[in-house]
């Protein structure tokens, strides 16, 4: 008994990175998929954005022929509705502006999603797992990836959710294919993947949640608003336009209404998905590195 403990207390962590991977991102889901409440809660705001907001900003409306003919001026009401689709065509690559944030909501839930990954490094640490996960021969990458992985699965399946929920509430469905969803959701797990690595390395060392809390409170609107989620970028000011080109966010987003709606893209697809495999290469890589450095027992 006592050799094995011996054995046990001079343990190092194994050089396999697959090692207890699964294990430790199956416990990240349990917190998950046994609350189906957090999942309820977590898909209300994109809902509450896609039934108000996307349905209340009803841009169509703005160009049809009862709102957008010019007094004194007898135009058909068929030629007006022609040029206020052609007007919406050219503005958002969509015919309806519903449709187009909700290509932006998919996006907007995998970000929300990732911001919280960090978060469960602080708790984990604050109540005491982390000290003992350290003591096993699991590497410190795998307790890294577990956390950005649990987080990516969680943020691609509540974003299967809100594309129902927006099909059901109207979204154009004329160009949805399966090879577009399956091409859109790639582009989202590269960005998850990439930004869940982002918000676990910023909560590496910390112990206070409430600091971690404040991180999250900082980054998640800048995120949101500087990138095509909710508005075009071409109509932004020149030096918006610069943030939005380097946030992943935008090329995830530009995947989406690519495949899902037919629309002109911001770039081609080919260079979307290499900005967004070597955005998540390279953060998951830093993540990887600082844990051995900074994940201390």
């Known amino acids: ?19 207890g991977l699964w294990a430790l991102t199956n416990r990240e889901l349990k917190k998950w998929y046994k609350e189906p409440v957090v999942l309820l809660l977590s898909l209300i705001q994109p809902v ?31 030629v007006l509705d022609q040029l206020g689709s052609q007007i919406m065509l050219s503005t958002f690559g969509t015919t309806d502006y519903f449709s187009f ?23 984990d640490r604050r109540f005491g797992f982390l000290d003992k996960i350290l003591t096993t021969p699991v590497p410190r990458g795998s307790i890294i990836m577990a956390k950005v992985f649990s ?11 809100v594309l129902v929920l927006a099909v059901l509430l109207g979204m ?4 949805i294919t399966p090879i577009g969803i399956a091409g859109t959701f790639a582009a989202l797990f590269l960005m998850v993947l990439g930004l869940s690595s982002v918000f676990v390395m910023l909560a590496l060392r910390s112990t206070n949640w409430q600091s971690q809390m404040a991180i999250m ?36 987003t530009d995947v989406g209404r690519q495949l899902l709606l037919g629309s002109p893209g911001l770039n081609t697809l080919g260079f979307d998905f ?13 993540g990887i590195a600082l844990s051995w450095r900074y994940l201390s027992q």
Do not use: C
């Not at 509450?48 to 007898?74: C, D, M």
């Not at 932006?104 to 911001?115: D, E, H, I, K, R």
């Not at 409170?217 to 800048?222: A, G, I, V, W």
């Not at 900005?275 to 830093?286: D, N, T």
């Open 1 to 19: 008994m006592t050799e094995t403990f011996v054995e046990r207390a001079d343990w190092k962590p194994s050089s396999n990175p697959l090692h």
């Open 48 to 78: 509450i954005w896609l039934g108000l907001y996307g349905k209340s900003l009803n841009f169509g409306a703005l160009f049809t022929g009862t709102s957008f003919n010019i007094p004194g001026l007898n135009i058909p009401k068929s």
């Open 101 to 123: 944030l909700a290509v932006g909501m998919l996006s907007f839930v995998a970000l929300f999603t990732a911001m919280f990954s960090g978060m469960s490094i602080v708790w």
């Open 151 to 161: 987080s990516t699965i969680r943020g691609l399946i509540q974003s299967a959710i």
């Open 172 to 175: 154009n469905v004329s160009k």
């Open 217 to 252: 409170n900082l980054l998640n609107l800048p995120l949101l608003f500087a990138s095509n989620a909710l508005f075009p970028a071409k109509f932004m000011p020149t030096w918006l336009q610069y943030v939005v080109k380097v946030n992943p966010i935008s090329y995830a």
């Open 274 to 286: 290499a900005y967004l495999v070597g955005f998540a290469a390279v953060f998951s890589a830093i």
